[in-house]
RNA sequence: GUCCCCAUCGUCUAGAGGCCUAGGACACCUCCCUUUCACGGAGGCGACCGGGGUUCGAAUCCCCGUGGGGACGCCA
């Protein structure tokens, strides 16, 4: 069997990260079968699905490089073939018009829930053997209900979670068709699913519920019903829910935040799923080694300490060119404008091992491009009276060097002889005034790259 | 309330009845490297929710608690 998996997302808002983890690993289960992934928009709810966010769904897809083989496909476009589905059933007799009205519904609900019941639509307009509809009233447009089966189980074998079993009495008779007859999320799901032939459905847990009314859709429909694996939810890192008052952000605000995307990627890769003790993987290897049987079945916190350990070390790995042009990107948002020297490759190199995010890294490269900002407590406590000689007579020194990075540390060392100073007391006041703080790499390279007259300058001012 | 799901270090997880004195990773701590801070290296701290069963043997299987989560829309 051809796998083909989906990712189907209602454009009410950004891509976040738990729908990216979901589009993820739809995506490299099809993937790690050869099979075909498949994007599909499910924007029924007209009132809430805007194209802006079907743009930044897409937008996130591309960052996370998460390419779909079909698609994507947009429900509202498919209209005309859910209401000839509707229409079949109405005449096989799954389906049945339902002439309630909202209060109606909101009355029975709350009469159930006053007595401790759950909530369900007490089939008052379902047709039965022997049974006596009342007369549809004229001022009530209908909707349309699926006829649930009142008795058995459904069960399925959920690839996550294992047998799931549920009665049919817990499920009642869901509306298909709105009254302006509309399909509604559920209904459109089960007739996508059969005819895209979906056979594994990789979705988020709340979708759990609905799985049983969806397949007894599908049978109903005689489709074949696909595999099921259910997906925990991810939460904040406070252990509470993600949602939009509370922590739930764009994929792209990681991009933002100066994360690469193989860092995410890998990361919400590991984020519920694991092979054995891998913790670094490429995209490649996660297609590879990507199986349905090593997913958690319960709930992941979000842990930014282990996405920054990751992007690190992705920012390690990075091609020169991809840093470059990250850099000269994040710098210009600083408002710093990269010049031909100090060399940015050089710059990169000497600092892409100290950084957890592409944006640190661009603040503490920003000094070689602009005069760098004084610590006041690093200048008080290194920029100290009687180091002022020792400094001046350096300077005198490197006004003479070949001006290389191990020429410089000579010199340094000469004044740390002449005054019968430790390395540091003279390195610890340079890198402020050369750099603003008391944190950086060998001094001397620092100083090399910077260029003697920066150099000379800096410490004149200071 | 009803139904469904979940439960191993602080966090992500390994674990398919004996390989478990419970492994790895992040974080944290110590030491080493060192020109400060990082990086890197070596160590350390740290968990099977509770109670009953089943079994020669349970983190693993079953039951009951407890705790957490989800669903119960003419939302998706």
């Excluded at 379902?126 to 909707?143: A, C, F, Y």
């Excluded at 047998?163 to 499920?171: R, T």
């Excluded at 429909?221 to 764009?250: E, F, N």
Aim: glycine share 6%; proline share 5%; with cysteine.
């Amino acid at each position: 069997m051809i796998v083909r998996t989906r990712f189907a997302p209602s454009p009410t808002g950004f891509l976040h990260i738990g729908g990216a983890r979901t589009a993820l690993f739809s995506w490299a289960f099809a993937k790690k079968h050869g099979g075909t992934f498949i994007l599909r928009i499910e924007d029924t709810d007209v009132a809430r699905s805007t194209p802006e966010a079907v743009q930044a769904i897409l937008d996130g897809m591309q960052w996370l490089g998460l390419d779909y083989d079909e698609g994507p496909f947009y429900q509202m476009q498919r209209m005309d073939r859910y209401k000839e589905v509707i229409r079949k059933m109405l005449q096989e007799g799954s389906a049945y018009y339902c002439y309630c009205s909202k209060e109606e519904l909101d009355a029975l609900r709350e009469n159930q829930m006053q007595q401790g019941l759950k909530p369900r639509y007490d089939g008052r307009w379902r047709p039965e053997e022997g049974k006596t509809l009342p007369e549809p009233p004229q001022d009530i447009p209908p909707v349309i209900r699926f006829k649930n089966p009142k008795d058995g189980h459904v069960s399925w074998n959920d690839l996550v979670k294992g047998e799931i079993s549920i009665a049919n009495q817990e499920l009642d008779d869901l509306i298909i068709a709105r009254a302006d007859g509309t399909p509604t999320y559920n209904f459109c799901v089960v007739v996508d699913d059969w005819e895209m032939g979906i056979t594994q459905v990789i979705r988020g847990d709340d979708h759990v519920n609905n799985t049983p009314r969806q397949i007894n859709m599908l049978k109903a429909l005689g489709a074949t019903i696909p595999q099921y694996a259910h997906l925990s939810m991810i939460l904040g890192g406070d252990g509470q829910k993600l949602s939009k008052r509370h922590g739930a952000v764009s994929v792209m605000q990681y991009d933002e935040d100066g994360y690469l995307p193989e860092a995410v990627l890998n990361y919400l890769a590991r984020l519920g799923w694991s092979h054995g003790d891998d913790e670094i993987f490429s995209k490649q290897q996660f297609c590879e080694w990507f199986d349905l049987d090593h997913i958690t079945p319960s709930a992941a916190q979000f842990n930014t300490d282990k996405l920054n350990w990751l992007n690190a070390h992705y920012i390690k790995q990075a091609s020169p060119e991809t840093l470059a042009r990250e850099m000269k990107k994040r710098l210009a948002k600083l408002h710093v404008a990269v010049s031909a020297q100090p060399d940015l490759f050089a710059v990169i190199d000497l600092y892409k091992e100290r950084a957890n995010t592409l944006n640190e890294l661009a603040a503490s490269i920003a000094y070689f491009y602009q005069k760098p900002v004084i610590d006041q407590a690093a200048a008080e406590k290194h920029l100290t009276a009687d180091i002022k000689p020792v400094i001046a007579k350096l300077a005198d020194l490197l006004g003479a060097v070949d001006w290389q990075a191990e020429a410089i540390h000579h010199a340094i060392n000469e004044v740390v002889t002449q005054y019968q100073l430790k390395f540091p007391k003279v390195a610890m006041p340079l890198r402020v005034m050369l750099t603003g703080i008391a944190q950086s790499p060998s001094i001397d390279q620092v100083m090399a790259l910077l260029g003697r007259d920066e150099v000379l300058t800096r410490i004149n001012q200071a």
